[in-house]
């Protein structure tokens, strides 16, 4: 029930206990406040009951929502609550329709967009991602798609309570195989972080300008089929590059060829190996990759 409800509101695990506990304290604290209120006022059992009754559902329209909005704000789910009041005001036809929010369409998602990773990894940028959509409310992570049993990846959703879609080779490339689970999680938006395989036309299809990728080198440098993660470090060392860095960029149907969205670089000291190679990308890469998926979907959703 409380998956249904996590899923229904559009919060990760963490918020979800966050909302709860202010909506039963706020309930608690609203009965309280009653009381005294209506103590206040001299309401007892001489009052005319009419007046009580007034009294009370006054208490409960108005002074429930504002003790709720307070502990929403002290809990840092102002967000979350002021477009649960905005939906209660259009309900009670307080506000037109232009203050509508997405849970008019049968879905409490708050104006998030629900994103899915896919990786098969080790899954540190996977997991740099989940980190930031944390705090920064804007997008949720709701799925991690993997197509490797054993993963760290999988780990990493794991203690993040996030669901996992494990995907085989055939199905994948039959291409909408797996459309109808990206749907029932309300995928929006979907981030590949160390996902091997070749994103099918049918899945670009149905996501078009909405599935970007992370690769460790400068492209259109070091990219293409069977570049990634120490190969591609291997192959810019063996080079005699002077410098690397991290391409973000929109995934088409040719491997690393997509449009670009932002690129960093990094100096190759005289001595660097692959693996000191691989570190400093990292580090770029946790840097910039949760940003860059911000501002990619807040652009694409103006
Ligand atoms: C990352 O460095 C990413 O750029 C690379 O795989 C690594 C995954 O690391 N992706 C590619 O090489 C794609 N061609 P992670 O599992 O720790 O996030």
């Keep these: 029930?409380?998956?249904?409800?996590?899923?229904?509101?559009?919060?990760?695990?963490?918020?979800?206990?966050?909302?709860?506990?202010?909506?039963?304290?706020?309930?608690?604290?609203?009965?309280?406040?009653?009381?005294?209120?209506?103590?206040?006022?001299?309401?007892?059992i001489h009052t005319f009951w009419l007046w009580k009754l007034l009294l009370r559902v006054c208490m409960l329209l108005f002074g429930y929502q504002f003790v709720l909005l307070g502990f929403g704000a002290l809990m840092g789910q102002w967000t979350f609550f002021w477009k649960y009041e905005k939906k209660l005001l259009q309900k009670l036809g307080l506000i037109g329709s232009k203050e509508k929010t997405s849970m008019d369409h049968g879905q409490w998602t708050m104006d998030k967009t629900r994103i899915a990773i896919f990786a098969s990894g080790a899954g540190s940028n996977a997991e740099k991602i989940i980190q930031y959509f944390e705090k920064h409310a804007s997008v949720a992570v709701s799925l991690v798609v993997c197509n490797k049993p054993g993963a760290g990846v999988l780990n990493?959703?794991?203690?993040?309570?996030?669901?996992?879609?494990?995907?085989?080779?055939?199905?994948?490339?039959?291409?909408?195989?797996?459309?109808?689970?990206?749907?029932?999680?309300?995928?929006?938006?979907?981030?590949?972080?160390?996902?091997?395989w070749k994103i099918p036309a049918a899945l670009i299809a149905a996501y078009p300008g909405r599935i970007i990728n992370i690769h460790p080198a400068l492209l259109p440098g070091y990219g293409g089929k069977g570049m990634y993660g120490m190969k591609v470090h291997e192959a810019v060392i063996a080079a005699g590059e002077k410098k690397s860095g991290i391409t973000i960029h929109y995934v088409n149907e040719h491997f690393d060829e997509g449009?670009?969205?932002?690129?960093?670089?990094?100096?190759?000291?005289?001595?660097?190996?692959?693996?000191?190679?691989a570190e400093k990308i990292h580090q770029l890469e946790h840097t910039h990759y949760p940003l860059v998926v911000e501002q990619t979907i807040r652009r694409f959703s103006l």
């Excluded at 449009?259 to 190679?277: G, K």
Aim: aromatic share 14%; proline share 3%.
């Design 1 to 44: 029930m409380f998956r249904r409800l996590q899923e229904k509101w559009g919060v990760n695990t963490r918020q979800f206990w966050i909302i709860f506990t202010a909506f039963a304290l706020t309930g608690t604290t609203t009965a309280i406040l009653t009381r005294y209120v209506t103590a206040i006022l001299g309401v007892d």
């Design 259 to 277: 449009e670009v969205i932002f690129q960093a670089a990094c100096v190759i000291a005289e001595n660097e190996t692959p693996e000191s190679l």
């Design 156 to 196: 990493i959703a794991a203690v993040n309570s996030i669901p996992v879609l494990l995907i085989e080779k055939e199905a994948f490339f039959r291409g909408d195989a797996y459309l109808p689970s990206l749907k029932q999680y309300q995928i929006g938006f979907i981030v590949l972080a160390g996902f091997l």
